[in-house]
Nanobody, 123 residues
Framework: QVQLVESGGGLVQAGGSLRLSCAVS????????VGWLRQAPGKEREFLAG????????YYTRSVKGRFTISRDNAKNMVYLQMNSLKPEDTAVYYC????????????????WGQGTQVTVSS
């Protein structure tokens, strides 16, 4: 079992920045990936960024590449999402998830989820 707890969401003006944190606990294998996904009202959960627990490569969806940065601190069992140049359309509940199989970019490939943290970007 893996447990995830997100924090760091809030209200920010357009153009601002936020850093989300995800505390990871439990049994996580080196091959697992940790991703950040978000879900806006009435929309499907979408992949934003991911990183393999033991690797160095990072993966981003096109809409956030260059604005968002995922990073990992294995010593602290933390994964972060630095979000810059935020836009109103970034408003959503943000989740971290653990990917154990299949397509890292697909929300259906994630077996563990945190409770989510709300990010609201005002115009």
């Amino acid at each position: 079992q893996v447990q995830l707890v997100e924090s760091g969401g809030g209200l920010v003006q357009a153009g601002g920045s936020l850093r989300l944190s995800c505390a990871v606990s439990g049994r996580i294998f080196s091959s697992y990936g940790v991703g950040w996904l978000r879900q806006a009202p009435g929309k499907e959960r979408e992949f934003l960024a991911g990183i393999i627990w033991s690797g160095v490569n990072t993966y981003y969806t096109r809409s956030v590449k260059g604005r968002f940065t995922i990073s990992r601190d294995n010593a602290k069992n933390m994964v972060y999402l630095q979000m810059n140049s935020l836009k109103p359309e970034d408003t959503a509940v943000y989740y971290c998830g653990v990917h154990t199989r299949g397509d890292l970019y697909s929300s259906g490939s994630y077996d563990y989820w945190g409770q989510g943290t709300q990010v609201t970007v005002s115009s």
